[in-house]
């Protein structure tokens, strides 16, 4: 039987109960080869069971899923050469340096001494190790590590490439060197399924995104598509004026009965519309009631807003 090369991974059903707890609730997945597909939730969503198991490390109680066309409970030895995966937490060891790291992975990927030094160099070159490449790891920035991490899974170019939270805990300068890191790999052909808690970071990365939530998939779809599901824009308004935020409020409310969404900042108003067009009638009454504004912006809900928007609807 010929095996389907349109995906790069097919789930349905898959299912993963510890005890009495289901972690990953019979969900399903289609992911075309050369993307990066966001897997978005917060922790104890069932992210991480998800990649343990299509990466052949964990049992499947339930359902089915094929990655490239073979089957992951019956064909892992047909999968495990073309798959990769990095954790959340760096597993290079900290005595060695970073060329050192690379050169005993090479080795144990079955590399001469020779060609393990050149793919070592190659790797720290494309990575931006280079300069660092005989210092100990343990000297390493947080970012370094995880690319580092990142280049050891990638010794062999994989197919596939599992990154379960690549950026926890890294600063912002670090977290957007991963993030060139990715955009390469997948420039290169290789399909990625991210992990991540960061809404910013599917939204900046993935093709596509799939919301998890207690062990179940509650969206699914672009960003885009994501931000359109909420049905409505977010109009901020900034007033000059802190005290006229109530009477803002009260106005808006009584006269175009939108629903308002909290803001942390006192002179900040935030209004929920699903219709352009009423921005404009808000402003008007704002001006007719000499209530100032210091700026003001429409735009498209962001992730965060979404995620927020989407797990209120499952609780309720």
Known sequence: MEKSREYAIEVRGLTKQFGDFKAVNKIDLNIEKGMVYGFLGPNGAGKTTTVRMLATLLEIDGGTATIFGYDVQTEPKKIRPRIALTGQYSSVDEDLTGKENLVMICRLMGF?????????????EA?????????????????????LDIAASIVVTP???FLDEPTTGLDPRSRNQVWDVIRALTKAGTTVLLTTQYLEEADQLADRIAVIDKGEIIAEGTATELKASVGSGMLHLTLKNEAD????????ESSVGLVLSESSRAAEVLVKVEDPAIATTILNHLAE????????????????????????EEEA
């Open 159 to 161: 197919d596939l490439l």
């Open 245 to 252: 935020r109530t009477q803002a409020e009260s106005l808006i």
């Open 127 to 147: 990575f931006g190790l280079f300069d660092a490449a005989n210092k100990q790891t343990k000297e390493y920035s947080g970012g370094m590590r995880r690319r």
């Open 289 to 312: 009631a000499g209530i100032e504004l210091v700026t003001f912006s429409l735009s498209q809900p962001s992730l965060d807003e979404v995620f927020l928007a989407l797990t209120e």
């Open 112 to 124: 001469s001494r020779k060609d393990s030094k050149k793919r070592a160099l190659d790797l720290l």
